[in-house]
């Protein structure tokens, strides 16, 4: 079969349910592709929260002008332990702050994050910000201007097996839908100043409602 991508566009109906990929071999490498798109973007960009923002809008996972907003998650604090002090290029006693959130963008939680950050290294509004709000980190702190250093970045689900691109031996057929399990992506990563001094030190785990939109069509060519 010789065929070219076509992604036919959402409805407004589409976003009204979650979207099961069918388990066939066609759909499990449209889904490692499409999960490989995110990653890349996500590893040439600084913001994963604008990185999901683009994401978001382009796959219609919710209503038309949504952003990215950081639903707190509170009672799981994590301190700072000595692997974070020296990412972070601090002593024990300077103050760090730890927050979990959930990145959402409409209904759907496209990722779940660990951040520890160095409050004298951002501006006073920008801790309020962060403090009093459900602001992302990354729109908190855009105007830093700041890069980001991706430490680890790996898959942790893959929808298809080991070597299946040597051994020509893709999975049969399934009658059912792919069973995702609930987080795709994991990133470890640290944001710096444009000087390079490090200010944030993120543990980012992306969900399965990344994929949660119609199956990319293949068109006859």
């Known amino acids: 079969m010789t065929a ?5 566009p959402s409805t407004a ?3 009204s349910a979650p979207h099961q990929w069918p388990g066939t071999p ?5 889904a490692l592709a499409v999960l490989q798109t995110l ?3 996500l590893l040439s960009n600084a913001s994963a929260t604008l990185t999901l923002d683009r994401w978001c809008a382009a796959h219609r996972l919710a209503p038309t002008g949504s952003k990215i907003v950081a639903k707190r998650v509170q009672g799981h604090d994590k301190p700072a332990d000595l692997h974070i002090r020296e990412l972070l290029n601090v002593g024990p006693n300077e103050p760090i702050v730890y927050r979990h959130v959930r990145l959402a963008c409409g209904d759907r939680i496209l990722s779940e994050a660990d ?3 160095v409050p004298a290294r951002l501006t006073a509004e920008m801790n309020e910000a962060l403090n009093t709000t459900d602001i992302s980190f990354g729109r908190a702190v855009r105007s830093l201007n700041f890069t980001r250093t991706t430490l680890t970045a790996k898959l942790l689900w893959s929808p298809l097996p080991e070597g299946w691109d040597t051994t020509a031996a893709l999975p049969m057929a399934d009658s059912g839908p792919l069973t995702l399990p609930p987080f795709l992506l994991e990133h470890h990563a640290v944001l710096k100043l444009q000087n390079g001094t490090p200010f944030s030190a993120l543990a980012e785990r992306y969900t399965n409602d990344v994929l949660d939109f119609p199956v990319p069509q293949l068109l006859p060519q």
């Open 4 to 8: 070219i991508v076509g992604v036919q």
């Open 39 to 41: 990653n890349a973007n």
């Open 115 to 117: 951040n520890w950050y």
């Open 13 to 15: 109906d589409d976003l």
């Open 26 to 30: 066609l759909s499990r490498v449209e």
